[in-house]
Nanobody, 116 residues
Framework: QVRVLESGGGSVQTGQSLKLSCEVSGRKISDCLMMWRRQAPGKERELVGNLDRVGSINYSDSVVGRFTITTDNAKNVLYLQMSDLKTDDTAVYYC??????????WGPGTQVTVSS
């Protein structure tokens, strides 16, 4: 069974950085489509970025150039490095994994709050 667990959220001010982690168990990250999503209060969950099985990464227009997805394959951890944070980045951030024919799974989320 694949499980993911996010960590690293917190409260920062605009312009600061934060790095989220997503620990994956049950399958190697390289076997999975890995996803970062976020959901702000009163809004629908939206794409932050994806990392596919061949290593291609895409980002939403709202974070491109500021957010970076990386992995530590030895630890089986996915990261989301967030820089130049804005108040609009305030949301609960979710990590997801779709590994082969297994059901897509999501973590419980981690709160990121950016204040001016």
């Amino acid at each position: 069974q694949v499980r993911v667990l996010e960590s690293g959220g917190g409260s920062v001010q605009t312009g600061q950085s934060l790095k989220l982690s997503c620990e994956v168990s049950g399958r190697k990250i390289s076997d999975c489509l890995m996803m970062w999503r976020r959901q702000a209060p009163g809004k629908e969950r939206e794409l932050v970025g994806n990392l596919d099985r061949v290593g291609s990464i895409n980002y939403s227009d709202s974070v491109v150039g500021r957010f970076t997805i990386t992995t530590d394959n030895a630890k089986n951890v996915l990261y989301l490095q967030m820089s130049d944070l804005k108040t609009d980045d305030t949301a609960v951030y979710y990590c997801g994994a779709k590994c082969g024919f297994k059901p897509q799974v999501w973590g419980p989320g981690t709160q990121v709050t950016v204040s001016s």
